[in-house]
């Protein structure tokens, strides 16, 4: 069972600036995964020519199920606002997606407010500089699957950029997850390091391996996730991936399971 996670930065190509369905189809495909997390997600925006990524996303791995969730109505560094309802789906939409080769059994949307101050962070380009920020909500999305190893949940989130805040959104996080069947397992950009991720939920880290920034990763702000309550059933990890792709700053992780070997991970 291949897990993954991938921050798609819309789509964005670093080399050219451009969103190209086929290179976003031909990174997904090559990360084979059953099931995949997606952050950064756009649904209909002129800047990303009016794809629906996830769509893509889930072509690109024949996977029958999947998911997104707006966290915005409207375009990030333009305008924008939270997304209240399904009446915003007629704007340009941007959140993050699940997709599953598995079948879903349930799902659940977690909204995980923004927070409430600006923020100081860099932004790097001509037009970029120490910027002061309004944080976007967030939202987490999850799925109970019907995996090789039996019924197991596995969600996706991106959490804020604002320190301390996107802890506190970790932490509501994982008290959705507690809810659903273990085993359980978080895929997404947390924006933390391994360590505050490790002290401040009590999961196990699958994958230590640096992610960002995409052509020299230095930092690992993509993780995945396994609550120690029931984690066992999952089994070994067997295979760690970050490879190098023609889309986004970051690398996707992707992390190859091995349920049959449960109890001796």
């Known amino acids: 069972m291949r897990l993954a996670t991938f921050n798609l930065l819309h789509g964005r190509s670093l080399s050219d600036g451009n969103v190209h369905a086929e290179r976003v189809a031909?990174?997904?495909?090559?990360?084979?995964?059953?099931?995949?997390?997606?952050?950064?997600?756009?649904?209909?925006?002129?800047?990303?020519?009016?794809?629906?990524?996830?769509?893509?996303?889930?072509?690109?791995?024949?996977?029958?199920a999947h998911r997104f969730a707006a966290a915005v109505a409207g375009t990030p560094g333009e305008t924008w606002r939270p997304w209240r309802s399904?009446?915003?789906?007629?704007?340009?939409?941007?959140?993050?997606?699940?997709?599953?080769?598995?079948p879903v059994a349930r799902w659940q949307i977690t909204p995980l407010p923004a927070a409430p101050v600006r923020s100081p962070v860099w932004i790097p380009g001509p037009d970029g500089g120490l910027l002061m920020l309004k944080d976007?909500?967030?939202?987490?999305?999850?799925?109970?699957?019907?995996?090789?190893?039996g019924p197991m949940t596995v969600?996706?989130?991106?959490?804020?950029?604002?320190?301390?805040?996107?802890?506190?959104?970790l932490r509501a996080a994982v008290r959705a997850l507690r809810a659903l069947p273990a085993p359980r397992v978080l895929l997404g950009d947390l924006n933390l390091p391994a360590g505050p991720v490790r002290a401040f939920t009590g999961w196990r880290s699958l994958a230590r391996r640096p992610t960002y920034p995409s052509p020299a990763p230095r930092a690992q702000l993509d993780h995945i996730?396994?609550?120690?309550?029931?984690g066992a059933r999952l089994g070994p990890v067997v295979q760690v991936r970050t490879p190098a792709v023609a889309v986004s700053d970051h690398r996707p992780l992707v992390v190859h399971l091995d349920p049959a070997q449960a109890g001796r991970s």
């Open 26 to 64: 031909t990174a997904v495909a090559d990360l084979d995964a059953d099931v995949l997390g997606l952050q950064e997600v756009d649904r209909a925006q002129p800047r990303s020519g009016h794809l629906d990524l996830t769509a893509i996303a889930a072509e690109a791995l024949g996977a029958p």
């Open 136 to 149: 976007e909500p967030r939202v987490l999305i999850a799925a109970v699957i019907d995996a090789p190893g």
């Open 86 to 102: 399904e009446a915003d789906n007629v704007h340009p939409l941007y959140g993050i997606a699940l997709v599953s080769r598995y």
């Open 155 to 169: 969600a996706t989130t991106h959490l804020s950029f604002v320190p301390g805040w996107n802890l506190r959104q």
């Open 225 to 230: 996730l396994a609550d120690p309550r029931g």
